[in-house]
């Protein structure tokens, strides 16, 4: 199983979630996180101009079975892109076991 | 009346806490903003033209103006050695004023642009509520009919009312609303704002009502008081049954609108109904505020606050209600209300739609959709309302 | 007058503030939502039936109603050609009515079950409460005995007071509150809305006590609003210099609870005192509540706002101080005060008592445990009061 | 003049929503605590000394004293025979007095020490203010050289932004505030509480100015009213016109420090203006602002909250105002005006030195680094503002 | 070393944390986080029914040495499930190595 | 490439974020979380005394290609040590692959 953890702008998490769902990646979990990269916002504030790399971001934690791996990354790079600075990041680990807790079972069945 | 004057100050704080309240979060900098330009530029517009607007003199019942720009306030500086009356007079009203555009401002939230925006709140509060308020409290030709309106059910909720319904129509459902046709339930941030706000509108109609008895008379004055409390409260208890029996569940933001709902009903007659007529136009005020709501919804506008459902709709309720409750309760009184019911949705209609539909098609009055989607308090303000606090978005 | 009655008012919303401030973000609207009915349903059956048991006229003392359900309102109808005072009074009386539920209602919160609340606060506000008021302030035998309460140390306060002591003891605890027997901290989620709740309550209280003067007499009143005031500012400087030398840390809720007690304490006296005697019976109530606080927590009772505390210990200090300080003192006087307490002890925890039984044994009180942990917003409102932020549960 | 008491009184929780609003979340709770303390320890010196330092009766024109410590309220107890407006006038002072501090509490916040600033709340209200307060309304040497401050432009605003400004001097600013030499924006947690906090004190304002009649003449009084709100609507929009223009986005805490603004600069001369005056007055009022905050800023201050822009800078400029536009315009006038402004800079100033000096160099008067990173509210109130909120904290 | 990261119900956690500690797992991290899964919350508002399977979850992040793997899992498992669908997840990754801040040391001690 | 998960005291964060800009990593995300550890904070609240170890950290989360690892986890080191217990842990784990949403590309060279 591979875990794919997705960080992307926040104003594109319906999109995604809606390309999720048709290629059947129902399940998943999100939480938001501020993310430094290459984007920066400029802002004033009381009349002082800051610009800040330190932008709020969605990250998305999926686990999926390895031949759902290509599938998932396309899904999510075809919806969360504008082609601006500042679109995000996929990272692909390795998950040894997972389970499922109402059960107990074990093994990739349990994903979904 | 100075103290109505300072209460009804005040509801503005309860419109932008209930507005806040029932949007979202990403956009909290910019309700405030419009609010806060509202009650700014309105008392000053009001100042400039709308008092000698709205109170004319003598004039021809339609339309009629004390002088304008600033030779109206050089007018109406001779005219302050009158006496008191006139001085609270003018800053009552002005606070008045300024609601009929807080109401649109609540219904419109979450995607207009704040400049036209702001341009129809230059043109709305300074040039044609003035006028529409004239027709009555000016003296003008409703007034001479025969047609009621005690605080403003219909000179100043529905005048707010009509332009909302406009606005929300020219302007489009936020995205996400429908989906699929269906509408979709987009929460409001801080419900305990929203409350807060409630309760600072009550306290406010206190003042608003109270206020319109234009009167220390004790008599009038405190049976305004019970008639405008015992209307919220048959109000939001009406409300807060019909939505439980509907939906099964305990909905506090409509007992919420019930209980505006209610206040707007009674504003019309407050000084005309008994405990007993109070309780029933409140409660019915209540029943309606739930279909309206779902019927508002059914009709593909999106009012994020619910304000045609409150100020619109309840505001043509109180209206008519002085023709069937009440001492002035009659046939032919109820005609006159309606006909001045009818003469209102004609030029607010009129008027608010010539200037939005000038506004989008000239400058536009929708924000782009990633603006929307990322919110317009980041976009127009460059700030968020709540930096320190993490964020759920939706 | 009126403008107290206002004040009153919205002292409902200092109420509100303060009990979702205290408590946990996740049965922010179950509060709100019983404050908001207590308001309503509160004013509504006050019209109903309270008013007349309150102020039956002739009785004997210890029940008399001067007319039921609508032919009260009917009786009333005539009644107000009396004058103004009537109106006014009914209002006023009608604000104070609902507040004895509200104490209630903080001290029962995140786990009572709404419904059987809501009968609760239908049959305590209809009926218990004016019956309980009748015997002081209707003119009953307590009145004629000497027993003296300006403003509601007792008849508003400990009546709320104890009533909360009674449910909550019959309601238990909730879960996580006491683990091994020792009491553990549940803090509240918004202390800036509590302390925004306590300064709207203190204003409330110039209306409350001002208002209670029941003439505009200057003299009089403004005596009164200082001595409210001073005890306010006592009571809360004497809880937090008691607090921070317990237990070495600035507790704002403390301090805060400190000037409710204060409050509490001069509105049986608040027209009795000088400014001196204001400021120690103030000091003593804030002292009282630090320990008051601990003590409840000690006897396993679970009070999230300190209701008890304040209302009913403060509010049987204050009753007694009208004995012991200023123009009355005095021992007989001492112990008509006693008498007074004892008498609406006994009333109140039979009558609440009663209540609570029987709704806890046909339709239960208490909520499931999954609902209390998840919090009763999502359960019995579908909602939650923040939706934009993100949480931090527990 | 028991209402104008109470809104003034309730103008304390505008200041205490404003400056939590406008600083981070991590400090709220010791915001709060500060200004709790300041209200009720105010109300308690004022009544214990202030009053009759302030009101001296005959005296030198510089320091007076008509009793001490606790004989002044024996004393005190004697003269509450005089009448009403003996009580009144004392409560309405004490509510006043308390405000001077709290000006103070919004410029030092979210790094100074909690014991040292009650310190100096304890000697600045309960003997500096009452003799500065003398010199003018107790009819001290300021006021036989015909120096006018209709309510407080300088008697309380610039008192309290005098002694801002040497605190925030001798403090230091906030950890991150500059970067090499650069101010950084350092964004205040919840900007709807904040707004909240601007109107109501706005509403408080109605009290402030209207009370300061001290008569109810409803003509003058009315008039103050105007020109109060008008002052206060002109600043705002003044405000957001000119930081709008200079940076290109709309920001709503220079919109709301501008009606402040326009609030502090009419208070000085309120009933000596006309509509078109008060206008003018807080128009430039508000333009002030803009570059007021802006300057501070350079200048390597750190006012979080604008305390020093809307109070002291405008409280001058309101303050000398009253010899430009007006009734009582004219070059002798404006020398007093600039006379008193002067005497009150150099007594301000010095007395403010001397404790904050002595403060620092004893006690200390700044929380240590780590205490000031992880926030105040966990350190010396062992407790968070929002537990049950996620934080992101900065 | 293994991370194991379980997703729970929010009104397990408590539960969790003492079957946790009655096993000897006193160090980890948490946060909550929004999931999607088999679970539906069904609601109403201002009349409108709607129902989401985006539910608010807690995200356990438990860093152990590889011997304690089991008891954790079974720990978890037990104490947070309830028979009802939304039980939660439970995956297990590889951690490379792991370091104490304080002092800099590296290796299983660290862990605790 | 390498995950470095950091978790530190919040008040160090903008020590950390500093350090790891002069070592030349930019790019990472953060959020908070409750840690459980050996650290306790005593709290007085209402006249109840309690002692939680559940205190609020920061969590990096920064992918960085193998030569960065060794930097990466000194410069954290060395910036978010205060001697104190409870100053956090960093584990370190492998990432598989990486995409940059923006163009789709993967690989090392997407990671800035
Ligand atoms: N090496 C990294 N480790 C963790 N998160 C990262 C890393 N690089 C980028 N991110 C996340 O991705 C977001 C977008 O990256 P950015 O560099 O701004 O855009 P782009 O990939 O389009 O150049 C950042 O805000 C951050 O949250
Ligand atoms: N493949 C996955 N990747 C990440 N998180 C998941 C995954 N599957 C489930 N989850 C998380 O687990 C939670 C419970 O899953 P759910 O399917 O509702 O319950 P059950 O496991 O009992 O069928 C979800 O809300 C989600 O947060
Ligand atoms: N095994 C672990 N798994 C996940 N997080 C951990 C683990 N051990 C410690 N932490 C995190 O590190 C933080 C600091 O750990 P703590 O034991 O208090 O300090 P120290 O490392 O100085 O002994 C904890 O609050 C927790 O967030």
């Given at each position: 199983?591979?875990?794919?953890?997705?960080?992307?702008?926040?104003?594109?998490?319906?999109?995604?979630?809606?390309?999720?769902?048709?290629?059947?990646?129902?399940?998943?979990?999100?939480?938001?996180?501020?993310?430094?990269?290459?984007?920066?916002?400029?802002?004033?504030?009381?009349?002082?101009?800051?610009?800040?790399?330190?932008?709020?971001?969605?990250?998305?934690?999926?686990?999926?079975?390895?031949?759902?791996?290509?599938?998932?990354?396309?899904?999510?790079?075809?919806?969360?892109?504008?082609?601006?600075?500042?679109?995000?990041?996929?990272?692909?680990?390795?998950?040894?076991?997972?389970?499922?807790?109402?059960?107990?079972?074990?093994?990739?069945?349990?994903?979904? | 009346?100075?103290?109505?004057?300072?209460?009804?100050?005040?509801?503005?704080?309860?419109?932008?806490?209930?507005?806040?309240?029932?949007?979202?979060?990403?956009?909290?900098?910019?309700?405030?903003?419009?609010?806060?330009?509202?009650?700014?530029?309105?008392?000053?517009?009001?100042?400039?033209?709308?008092?000698?607007?709205?109170?004319?003199?003598?004039?021809?019942?339609?339309?009629?103006?004390?002088?304008?720009?600033?030779?109206?306030?050089?007018?109406?500086?001779?005219?302050?050695?009158?006496?008191?009356?006139?001085?609270?007079?003018?800053?009552?009203?002005?606070?008045?004023?300024?609601?009929?555009?807080?109401?649109?401002?609540?219904?419109?939230?979450?995607?207009?642009?704040?400049?036209?925006?702001?341009?129809?709140?230059?043109?709305?509060?300074?040039?044609?509520?003035?006028?529409?308020?004239?027709?009555?409290?000016?003296?003008?030709?409703?007034?001479?009919?025969?047609?009621?309106?005690?605080?403003?059910?219909?000179?100043?909720?529905?005048?707010?009312?009509?332009?909302?319904?406009?606005?929300?129509?020219?302007?489009?459902?936020?995205?996400?609303?429908?989906?699929?046709?269906?509408?979709?339930?987009?929460?409001?941030?801080?419900?305990?704002?929203?409350?807060?706000?409630?309760?600072?509108?009550?306290?406010?109609?206190?003042?608003?009502?109270?206020?319109?008895?234009?009167?220390?008379?004790?008599?009038?004055?405190?049976?305004?008081?019970?008639?405008?409390?015992?209307?919220?409260?048959?109000?939001?208890?009406?409300?807060?049954?019909?939505?439980?029996?509907?939906?099964?569940?305990?909905?506090?933001?409509?007992?919420?609108?019930?209980?505006?709902?209610?206040?707007?009903?009674?504003?019309a007659g407050a000084d005309q109904m008994g405990p007993t007529d109070?309780?029933i136009i409140g409660a019915i005020a209540g029943i309606i505020i739930?279909?309206?709501?779902?019927?508002?919804?059914?009709?593909?506008?999106?009012?994020?606050?619910?304000?045609?459902?409150?100020?619109?709709?309840?505001?043509?309720?109180?209206?008519?209600?002085?023709?069937?409750?009440?001492?002035?309760?009659g046939w032919s009184q109820f005609l006159s209300q309606l006909i001045?019911?009818?003469?209102?949705?004609?030029?607010?209609?009129?008027?608010?739609?010539?200037?939005?539909?000038?506004?989008?098609?000239?400058?536009?009055?929708?924000?782009?959709?990633?603006?929307?989607?990322?919110?317009?308090?980041?976009?127009?303000?460059?700030?968020?309302?709540?930096?320190?606090?993490?964020?759920?978005?939706?």
């Amino acid at each position: 199983m591979k875990k794919v953890e997705a960080i992307i702008r926040k104003s594109k998490f319906s999109t995604v979630k809606e390309a999720l769902h048709d290629v059947g990646v129902n399940f998943f979990s999100y939480w938001d996180v501020t993310g430094l990269g290459n984007e920066k916002e400029g802002h004033v504030y009381r009349g002082v101009a800051f610009s800040t790399s330190d932008i709020q971001r969605r990250y998305l934690s999926i686990v999926v079975n390895d031949d759902f791996e290509a599938i998932t990354i396309k899904a999510i790079v075809e919806s969360a892109s504008t082609g601006d600075v500042g679109d995000g990041k996929i990272f692909v680990s390795n998950i040894e076991e997972c389970y499922r807790i109402r059960t107990g079972e074990k093994g990739g069945d349990t994903l979904n | 009346m100075m103290i109505c004057t300072a209460l009804v100050f005040f509801m503005h704080l309860g419109f932008s806490l209930l507005e806040i309240g029932l949007t979202r979060q990403k956009n909290t900098l910019n309700i405030l903003f419009k609010n806060i330009f509202i009650i700014t530029i309105g008392l000053l517009l009001y100042c400039l033209v709308g008092f000698n607007l709205m109170y004319p003199g003598n004039f021809n019942g339609f339309f009629g103006f004390a002088g304008f720009g600033l030779d109206a306030i050089a007018a109406a500086d001779l005219a302050y050695n009158e006496g008191y009356t006139y001085w609270t007079d003018f800053l009552f009203q002005g606070m008045f004023a300024a609601t009929a555009a807080t109401i649109v401002s609540g219904a419109v939230a979450e995607r207009i642009k704040l400049i036209p925006f702001m341009i129809f709140v230059i043109i709305y509060v300074g040039v044609i509520y003035p006028i529409a308020g004239s027709w009555k409290w000016g003296g003008g030709f409703l007034d001479q009919l025969g047609f009621y309106d005690f605080a403003g059910s219909t000179l100043v909720h529905s005048v707010g009312g009509w332009a909302a319904l406009v606005a929300v129509w020219l302007l489009g459902s936020r995205i996400g609303k429908f989906k699929d046709g269906k509408p979709q339930a987009i929460p409001g941030h801080n419900v305990p704002l929203a409350t807060a706000g409630v309760l600072i509108l009550w306290l406010g109609w206190f003042g608003f009502n109270g206020g319109s008895v234009l009167s220390a008379e004790p008599g009038a004055t405190s049976l305004v008081l019970v008639t405008t409390c015992l209307a919220a409260a048959a109000g939001g208890v009406a409300a807060f049954l019909v939505s439980t029996a509907l939906y099964k569940n305990f909905d506090l933001t409509m007992f919420l609108n019930g209980i505006l709902g209610g206040l707007v009903g009674i504003t019309a007659g407050a000084d005309q109904m008994g405990p007993t007529d109070a309780i029933i136009i409140g409660a019915i005020a209540g029943i309606i505020i739930v279909f309206a709501v779902s019927l508002i919804d059914r009709l593909k506008l999106d009012d994020p606050v619910g304000a045609i459902a409150v100020h619109l709709v309840c505001g043509i309720w109180g209206t008519l209600a002085v023709g069937i409750f009440g001492a002035m309760a009659g046939w032919s009184q109820f005609l006159s209300q309606l006909i001045g019911v009818g003469a209102y949705a004609v030029f607010c209609i009129a008027t608010s739609f010539i200037i939005f539909y000038v506004l989008k098609k000239t400058v536009g009055i929708r924000v782009p959709e990633r603006e929307e989607l990322e919110g317009l308090d980041a976009h127009e303000h460059g700030m968020s309302a709540y930096p320190d606090f993490r964020m759920n978005e939706h």
